[in-house]
Structures are given as C-alpha cells and as structure tokens.
C-alpha cells in the first residue's frame, strides 16, 4: 500500500514541476466554465425553471462534472506505447501490481489538477456567479463516496480499452470514440435531466449515469435517503463487474504478449 | 506549372503514406468525424428540449456549425505541417526544408496533408450543410453562391494564417503549444455558437484577436440575418471574406521576418 501511495505522490510532485503548465490549466479551466455558462444561460433565456431544472443547478452540475472530469485526464496511450516498445516487460519484473500502480498514478494526478487546475477556476467563477450550495453537511462524505466510485467507472472503462493494444495496432481511435461516448453519455455536456426520455430509460441501465450525474444529484439533494443507498449501490455493483472485465482481458492480453527484439 | 507538379506530387505521396495502414487510418478518420459530432450531437439534444438559443434554431445552428467543418478540412490538408510546428522545430525536421530548393511556406503548406482529419471534418461539413441549407430561409441565387465560396476561401485563409502567426513565434518562444492551445483550440471550440451568447470578453477575443467569428458568425449571418445581428457594426457582414485575406497576408509577412531569427536547436 505504501509503495502505490508513494507512486502517487511522485506523479503530484512530478506535475508541480511545470509552472507554466499550471498558470495555462486555470486559464484554461476558467474560460471553459465562463463559456459553458453562457451557453446554458442562452439556452435558459427568460425561462426560470425547465422541468423544475433551475439555471443555478444546470451551471452547478456542469462545474462540479468539469472539476472531475479534470481529474480523470490522464495519457490514454500509456499501455500503448508501453507494449509498442517493448518497455512493459520491465513492468512484470518490479514486485508490484501494474494495474495499481497506474491507478496510483492518475489519482495522484488527479489531485493535482483538482487542487492546482480546478478550484482556483471554481474560485474565480464564484466571483460572477451563484451556484447551488451543497444540500446538507452530512450529504458531503456521502457524495465523496459516490465521487470516488464514479471515478473508478471512469478508468476501469479507460483501462479495459487500454488493454485492447494487445490485439490492435492502434487504439488511439477507439478511445476517442470512447470519450465522445462518455462525455454525451454521462451528462458531462449537457445533463441527463434534459435527455429526450427513452434515452434516458437506456442510460439508467448502462454505467454512464453512474459516473457523474449520481454524484451530482446526491450533491444537489435530488435523492432521498433510500434512493441514495440504492444509487450507491448500482455505483458499486458496476465497479465489480467492471473489475471482472478488466482482470480478463489484463490476464489473456498478457498471456499473448509477445515483444520483438529488446 | 512546375510548382504545381510538385504539389500533386506531393499530395500522392501523403496518400500512399496514409494508405500503408489502411484499417488505421479509417478508424482514425471516423475517430475524427465522430469526436467532431459530438458537439453537434448535444446541441441538437439542447435544442429538443429548449427550442432555440438566442433565436437561432437548430437548422440555424447546423448551418453556423458547417462553415467551420467546411472550412477546417481544407485547413487541416494544407497546414497539417504548420499545426504541429513547435514539434518540428523541437526535431529539427525544419532544417531540412531550408537546404531545398523551394520556398520553406511552400513546402511546408504541401507536406504531409492530414487526410484523415481532413475528411473527417469535410464529410461532416457536407453533412450538416446538405441538412440545414435548404431549411434556413436562404435563396441561394447568384450573388449568395459567390459569397459564400468567398466565405469558405477567407475562412480557410483565416485559420491558415493564424497557424502561420503561432508557428512563427515558435521563432521567438521555445514553448509555444499552450499559448496555442488556449487561443486557438479553446476559441474554436466557441465559435461553434453564435457569438452573441457569450460575455463581452470573448466576444471581442473571437473579433478582434483571434477572429473566428469572420469564419462562421458574420457569414452565417450575411446569408441568415438573425435579430442579434444588431449588436454588431453590419459592415463585419460584408467584409467576413476579406478579413481572411488580411489576416492571412499579415501572418506572411510577420512570418517572413521571424523567420530569419531562427538558429537550429541542434541535436
């Protein structure tokens, strides 16, 4: 366990390295919430509520959803480049697990983007706008729960289709289609609330509105108690299954490895 | 004529490149075409539920969102080399085009055609312009053809330029891609919308700094005439194509003398 937290402070400190990196990333960070903001403001024009949806909860769900997909913004290409070069072989020579290794890596990652990227952005959106506060104290941990399982969604997805550069040449295009799946799916452009409602039936059966709409709406209070228990639990439940898929394809691709010359 | 040789040449040769990986490559072309739907898709969702955003419907919205497809495959085809520039510096794959015989633009504008991306982005072009431009209310007589291919010509000249303007400062800056990546891919990522929606900020940024809102806004509205027009000096309407051919000329000359500042980085 020490080692994989270790792995993760490595990768903060290694971030840390890029001063001009992190002045770009607030930058960058805030101009995508201004723009995003204007454009739901437009969409809302005079209009108070949309389906009891009001303005301020559309713009909290789109900057809380940015702040972790923020997180969740690591190099796809790793496992890739890694097999083209023949490199992974000295993966399976050092005495821990590569899988969690690489999950060490992109949470530590993901902390420095949060820390250093996303609240300096969120901080200067709060000076031109209101966004909804969270709905109890004791909602927080529970949301931070579901935050942390929706994170693991999200790169057991990632990682399942890393794994296929055991078999193909390329996957750089299937994890862009990959991500426009995500990112129209999960709500993260424009929230599932809005869907046209057979799409959003399909959705509650697929792992996409466990990844950022379950934490959202237990942020924003939408849930009762039991319905959060059971939002939890499906969160979960994909997790394990995702889990399962993952170790099968890890263990056939690493099986049928074959690295030329060295 | 010569010139002319060497550029289909050229082109044939970025083909047979791409072509070596067949299956690659068209996975990579509908990647392409598919992350670029993406945002048509949304607002296409939006607009079911909400109508319409600051009086453009979806019809309006698709046909704003053409012109910047249609415009960025000729883009991406002729300056592929020019959009990764800093790279190239950094290999030091520049100083080969200086012991050619040709003009360094020139060669540069030929090379490596990004096809994939190029039909990727044009194939979605055609899409949405086949879909939206009998429905928005446009008599497409005469004088609307030729503005409108003057209006493709500009915005391609438009976006060319300001890729020569960020790959000349790779002359003067060793690390150029995030100035790029905020003033260039953030505010492209906006034009998309009708720039009337957006704070005062942005709005001159996408004006008057980097001047998407010529490539598709003001054409769009010479041919549409949306109410929100009016927020806007009407004379942006009528010179959108001419704006693309003084960006693009400026580019050249700050290029030209930039470009004498450059010492190899070595190897």
């Given at each position: 366990?020490?080692?994989?937290?270790?792995?993760?402070?490595?990768?903060?400190?290694?971030?840390?390295?890029?001063?001009?990196?992190?002045?770009?990333?607030?930058?960058?960070?805030?101009?995508?919430?201004?723009?995003?903001?204007?454009?739901?403001?437009?969409?809302?024009?005079?209009?108070?509520?949309?389906?009891?949806?009001?303005?301020?909860?559309?713009?909290?769900?789109?900057?809380?959803?940015l702040g972790l997909s923020n997180a969740f913004h690591y190099n796809e290409m790793f496992l890739q480049d890694k097999i083209r070069d023949g490199t992974i072989t000295n993966e399976f020579l050092k005495p821990v697990s590569f899988i969690l290794r690489l999950l060490a890596e992109n949470i530590g990652e993901?902390?420095?983007?949060?820390?250093?990227?996303?609240?300096?952005?969120?901080?200067?959106?709060?000076?031109?706008?209101?966004?909804?506060?969270?709905?109890?104290?004791?909602?927080?941990?529970?949301?931070?729960?579901?935050?942390?399982?929706?994170?693991?969604?999200?790169?057991?997805?990632?990682?399942?289709?890393?794994?296929?550069?055991?078999?193909?040449?390329?996957?750089?295009?299937?994890?862009?289609?990959?991500?426009?799946?995500?990112?129209?799916?999960?709500?993260?452009?424009?929230?599932?609330?809005?869907?046209?409602?057979?799409?959003?039936?399909?959705?509650?059966?697929?792992?996409?509105?466990?990844?950022?709409?379950?934490?959202?709406?237990?942020?924003?209070?939408?849930?009762?108690?039991?319905?959060?228990?059971?939002?939890?639990?499906?969160?979960?439940?994909?997790?394990?299954?995702?889990?399962?898929?993952?170790?099968?394809?890890?263990?056939?691709?690493?099986?049928?490895?074959?690295?030329?010359?060295? | 004529?010569?010139?002319?040789?060497?550029?289909?040449?050229?082109?044939?040769?970025?083909?047979?490149?791409?072509?070596?990986?067949?299956?690659?490559?068209?996975?990579?072309?509908?990647?392409?075409?598919?992350?670029?739907?993406?945002?048509?898709?949304?607002?296409?969702?939006?607009?079911?539920?909400?109508?319409?955003?600051?009086?453009?419907?979806?019809?309006?919205?698709?046909?704003?969102?053409?012109?910047?497809?249609?415009?960025?495959?000729?883009?991406v085809s002729l300056f592929a080399d020019l959009r990764d520039f800093s790279r190239m510096i950094r290999e030091g794959r520049f100083d080969r085009l200086m012991v050619r015989p040709r003009g360094l633009l020139f060669q540069l504008i030929l090379n490596n055609a990004d096809l994939m991306a190029s039909a990727?982005?044009?194939?979605?072009?055609?899409?949405?312009?086949?879909?939206?431009?009998?429905?928005?209310?446009?008599?497409?007589?005469?004088?609307?053809?030729?503005?409108?291919?003057?209006?493709?010509?500009?915005?391609?000249?438009?976006?060319?330029?300001?890729?020569?303007?960020?790959?000349?400062?790779?002359?003067?800056?060793?690390?150029?891609?995030?100035?790029?990546?905020?003033?260039?891919?953030?505010?492209?990522?906006?034009?998309?919308?009708?720039?009337?929606?957006?704070?005062?900020?942005?709005?001159?940024?996408?004006?008057?700094?980097?001047?998407?809102?010529?490539?598709?806004?003001?054409?769009?509205?010479?041919?549409?005439?949306?109410?929100?027009?009016?927020?806007?000096?009407?004379?942006?309407?009528?010179?959108a194509p001419l704006v693309g051919i003084a960006v693009y000329l400026s580019s050249y000359l700050f290029w030209r003398v930039s470009v004498r500042r450059y010492y190899s980085t070595g190897n």
């Amino acid at each position: 366990m020490r080692a994989y937290v270790e792995f993760a402070v490595k990768k903060f400190q290694d971030k840390m390295a890029y001063r001009l990196d992190f002045f770009m990333g607030i930058v960058n960070t805030a101009i995508t919430i201004l723009v995003y903001l204007c454009i739901y403001k437009a969409l809302y024009g005079d209009a108070g509520e949309v389906d009891g949806i009001s303005y301020p909860m559309v713009a909290t769900h789109f900057v809380i959803t940015l702040g972790l997909s923020n997180a969740f913004h690591y190099n796809e290409m790793f496992l890739q480049d890694k097999i083209r070069d023949g490199t992974i072989t000295n993966e399976f020579l050092k005495p821990v697990s590569f899988i969690l290794r690489l999950l060490a890596e992109n949470i530590g990652e993901g902390a420095f983007k949060i820390i250093f990227h996303f609240i300096p952005a969120l901080l200067i959106t709060l000076l031109y706008t209101k966004l909804c506060p969270p709905v109890s104290l004791l909602g927080l941990p529970v949301m931070f729960c579901s935050v942390a399982l929706g994170y693991l969604i999200l790169w057991l997805i990632s990682f399942i289709i890393q794994t296929w550069s055991f078999w193909l040449f390329s996957v750089w295009g299937i994890i862009t289609i990959k991500n426009v799946f995500v990112s129209i799916l999960s709500g993260s452009l424009l929230p599932l609330w809005f869907m046209p409602e057979p799409l959003q039936k399909i959705l509650s059966f697929t792992p996409f509105e466990s990844i950022y709409f379950t934490p959202v709406r237990i942020y924003l209070g939408e849930l009762s108690g039991r319905e959060t228990v059971f939002a939890l639990a499906v969160q979960a439940m994909w997790v394990a299954l995702l889990c399962v898929i993952a170790n099968m394809f890890w263990k056939k691709g690493t099986k049928k490895l074959i690295v030329q010359g060295g | 004529m010569n010139e002319l040789k060497i550029a289909l040449q050229s082109l044939k040769m970025s083909v047979r490149t791409r072509m070596q990986y067949r299956v690659d490559s068209l996975v990579a072309t509908l990647a392409v075409f598919i992350r670029e739907s993406a945002n048509i898709i949304v607002i296409y969702l939006a607009l079911l539920k909400f109508d319409n955003i600051n009086g453009w419907n979806v019809n309006e919205m698709l046909f704003l969102f053409s012109l910047l497809f249609l415009t960025y495959a000729f883009v991406v085809s002729l300056f592929a080399d020019l959009r990764d520039f800093s790279r190239m510096i950094r290999e030091g794959r520049f100083d080969r085009l200086m012991v050619r015989p040709r003009g360094l633009l020139f060669q540069l504008i030929l090379n490596n055609a990004d096809l994939m991306a190029s039909a990727g982005h044009g194939t979605l072009g055609i899409l949405l312009f086949l879909i939206s431009a009998g429905k928005v209310g446009i008599c497409w007589d005469f004088a609307t053809i030729l503005y409108y291919l003057g209006a493709i010509i500009g915005g391609v000249l438009l976006q060319g330029g300001m890729f020569i303007f960020f790959s000349s400062l790779s002359f003067y800056f060793l690390e150029t891609n995030s100035l790029r990546e905020i003033f260039y891919w953030n505010m492209r990522k906006f034009a998309g919308y009708p720039i009337s929606i957006y704070h005062k900020l942005i709005q001159g940024l996408l004006i008057y700094v980097v001047p998407f809102a010529f490539v598709n806004y003001f054409p769009a509205q010479y041919l549409l005439r949306k109410p929100d027009l009016i927020n806007y000096n009407e004379i942006y309407i009528y010179i959108a194509p001419l704006v693309g051919i003084a960006v693009y000329l400026s580019s050249y000359l700050f290029w030209r003398v930039s470009v004498r500042r450059y010492y190899s980085t070595g190897n």
